[in-house]
């Protein structure tokens, strides 16, 4: 079993800034990429960034410039610093991230956090 738990959204006013984190807990031998998502409401949940085992980044371009992920491998932990928020930053930020233990991969989904940004 793995669980991943979302931790540090909130509702910040536009310009502002926030820093998400994910901690992935259980049984697994390795993590490789863990990404972060978002969903808003009445609409498909899209794909913000994405950090490799190895530290390469990739990001939406609507974010490029302002959010930054980053990971810590000794924490199972990956981040997500968002700065200068527009509204449309709103949303349910999920973490989605692939294990690997032995000969098995899967995928896994975080529960969310909300980020509300306010004009």
């Known amino acids: 079993q793995v669980q991943l738990v979302e931790s540090g959204g909130g509702l910040v006013q536009a310009g502002g800034s926030l820093r998400l984190s994910c901690v992935a807990s259980?049984?697994?031998?390795?993590?490789?990429?863990m990404d972060w998502y978002r969903q808003a409401p009445g609409l498909q949940r899209e794909l913000v960034a994405d950090?490799?085992?190895?530290?390469?980044?990739n990001y939406v371009d609507s974010v490029k410039g302002r959010f930054t992920i980053s990971r810590d491998n000794a924490k199972n932990t990956v981040y997500l610093q968002m700065n200068s928020l527009k509204p449309e930053d709103t949303g349910v930020y999920y973490c989605?991230?692939?294990?690997?233990?032995?000969?098995?991969?899967?995928?896994?989904w975080g529960q969310g956090t909300q980020v509300t940004v306010s004009s």
């Open positions: 950090i490799t085992s190895g530290g390469i980044t």
């Open positions: 259980g049984s697994f031998s390795s993590i490789n990429f």
């Open positions: 989605y991230a692939e294990f690997r233990r032995g000969g098995v991969v899967w995928r896994s």
